[in-house]
């Protein structure tokens, strides 16, 4: 049985990571904005933390993940703590205890990156570990990283072709230009875009909650299997759906779903 911790809400995790609750929409909340919430020790830690919660917490069916403040959701990792001449063995190492992206490859529940303003290098592979990028069109995207000489370390060699063409992927990652919301909209980097920078949080509050209010056991199984697909061969993968679906006749809300259907009536789920 998952726990309940509602009667936490909201929490501090720790001086860069909060976490809020709107019905059953749990909120990962970046809390650095003077420095447009860059990636430090303390969101590397306090990231998976709150994901683990979250993901526990049998109230909260989705999770968003957003950065406080106007300048935007994330610029990256936190030049400020640049750990000087180290060789390279000992950077791997280090790299290799951080690995803290891939913590929401463990999370069941959907994940939405709201974006808004700077989505810069580990900024934007945040949000590619994310199920679904919702951007205010304020947004920018970039992963600059070759021209500092370096390339991306979490995760975006990997992911950004996994979630626009193959060819746009390198493209972006050779040249480090900038990318405005539009444009993202356009070659599928993100798969929805606000009506105006103003109404940016209510509307992913609206769609966050329009998830939510569905069969919580359809949405995992459904993500579980999206996911799986990127990893599976068809047959394997046309397995699992099968496996998943015929799970799912059983549950009480797909019993729900069809009585309520049947009535003309909004149907009450319970996650069962």
Not at 202 to 213: P, T
């Amino acid at each position: 049985m998952s726990a309940d911790i509602s009667q936490q809400f909201p929490r501090v995790i720790n001086e860069t990571v909060r976490i809020e609750r709107d019905a059953a929409v749990g909120w990962i909340v970046l809390t650095r904005p003077g420095q447009i919430n860059a990636i430090n020790d303390q969101i590397r830690q306090g990231v998976p933390e709150a994901l683990a919660l979250l993901d526990k917490d049998s109230q909260v069916r989705v999770i968003v993940i957003r950065g406080e403040g106007e300048r935007g959701f994330c610029a990256g990792a936190d030049i400020k703590e640049q750990r000087g001449d180290e060789p390279p063995l000992q950077v791997r190492q280090r790299m290799q205890r951080a690995r803290w992206i891939e913590s929401l490859d463990q999370v069941a529940k959907p994940i939405i990156a709201a974006i808004h303003g700077y989505c810069m290098g580990g900024g934007l592979e945040l949000a590619l570990a994310c199920d679904i990028r919702f951007a205010s069109p304020n947004a920018i995207f970039a992963l600059p990283e070759t021209g500092l000489g370096l390339i991306p370390g979490g995760g975006g060699t990997q992911r950004l072709a996994r979630v626009v063409a193959p060819g746009r992927a390198v493209d972006m990652l050779l040249s480090g230009d900038r990318m405005g919301a539009e444009e993202a909209r356009q070659i599928g980097l993100i798969s929805r875009l606000a009506a105006d920078a103003a109404s940016f949080l209510n509307e992913v509050s609206e769609f966050a909650q329009r998830i939510a209010s569905k069969p919580p056991m359809a949405s995992l199984y459904v993500k579980r299997a999206a996911r799986a697909s990127l990893e599976l061969d068809l047959k394997s993968g046309l397995d699992l759906e099968l496996d998943l679906f015929a799970l799912l006749t059983t549950t009480l809300d797909a019993k729900e779903a069809a009585r309520a259907f049947s009535e003309k009536r909004a149907p009450r789920f319970t996650g069962e």
